[in-house]
T-cell receptor
Framework: EAEVAQSPRYKITEKSQAVAFWCDPI?????LYWYRQILGQGPELLVQ????????DSQLPKDRFSAERLKGVDSTLKIQPAELGDSAMYLC???????????????FGPGTRLLVL | AQKVTQAQTEISVVEKEDVTLDCVYE???????LFWYKQPPSGELVFLIR??????QNEISGRYSWNFQKSTSSFNFTITASQVVDSAVYFC??????????FGKGTRLSVIA
């Protein structure tokens, strides 16, 4: 069964350091999403890509966060510099991106748990 | 604005009991989609069901069933004869307007053997 891959699964870093997370969506899925999930909360969208283009990054803290999907396949989310409040689960999801995005089911990866010390 | 409320933060049941997880949503759109996801301790969100706003038929899948009522803006999820493997956090989510997916805060279900 096709899955969304993410790495690393766990990351511990010190504040002010740079961190990067990688996501490989389900093959053929044009739409890719990055979410942040704080402990005890639901996931919140950070950025959405359609192929290599950013569709929505309105909730991405652009002073320290960046995301790219250069070839429209896998994607990298970077934080520089990391702050204590960035400790969270970072989830990647993908959907087919062929119809109305409203109705598409998103499939999630296992996430990266980030701890900033 | 779109909003999903899962009022039950945590629920504990004994194995084989039935349990219902509540979900109430808010949207001004007439076309919208509702989802349920399961998040086990390993962390990934597992898709369970998608329902559009024009289909109010209840759905059953094995021990899982969903009750969609537009009149009360609710999309509740029932697990029949719960098992320890059902222990997880369950999220209800809404897709409408220009927002792809808005999640509730989740309900943590603990099934005790």
């Amino acid at each position: 069964e096709a899955e969304v891959a993410q790495s690393p699964r766990y990351k511990i870093t010190e504040k002010s350091q740079a961190v990067a997370f990688w996501c490989d969506p389900i093959s053929g899925h044009a739409t890719l999403y990055w979410y942040r999930q704080i402990l005890g909360q639901g996931p919140e969208l950070l950025v959405q890509f359609q192929d290599e283009s950013v569709v929505d990054d309105s909730q991405l803290p652009k002073d320290r966060f960046s995301a790219e999907r250069l070839k429209g396949v896998d994607s990298t989310l970077k934080i520089q510099p990391a702050e204590l409040g960035d400790s969270a689960m970072y989830l990647c999801a993908s959907s087919m991106g062929q119809g109305g995005l409203l109705q598409e089911t998103q499939y999630f990866g296992p996430g990266t748990r980030l701890l900033v010390l | 604005a779109q909003k999903v409320t899962q009022a039950q933060t945590e629920i504990s049941v004994v194995e084989k009991e039935d349990v219902t997880l509540d979900c109430v949503y808010e949207t001004r759109d007439t076309t919208y989609y509702l989802f349920w996801y399961k998040q086990p301790p390993s962390g990934e969100l597992v898709f369970l069901i998608r329902r559009n706003s024009f289909d109010e038929q209840n759905e059953i899948s094995g021990r899982y069933s969903w009750n969609f009522q537009k009149s009360t803006s609710s999309f509740n999820f029932t697990i029949t004869a719960s098992q320890v493997v059902d222990s997880a956090v369950y999220f209800c989510a809404l897709s409408s307007g220009n927002t792809p997916l808005v999640f509730g805060k989740g309900t943590r279900l603990s099934v005790i053997a």
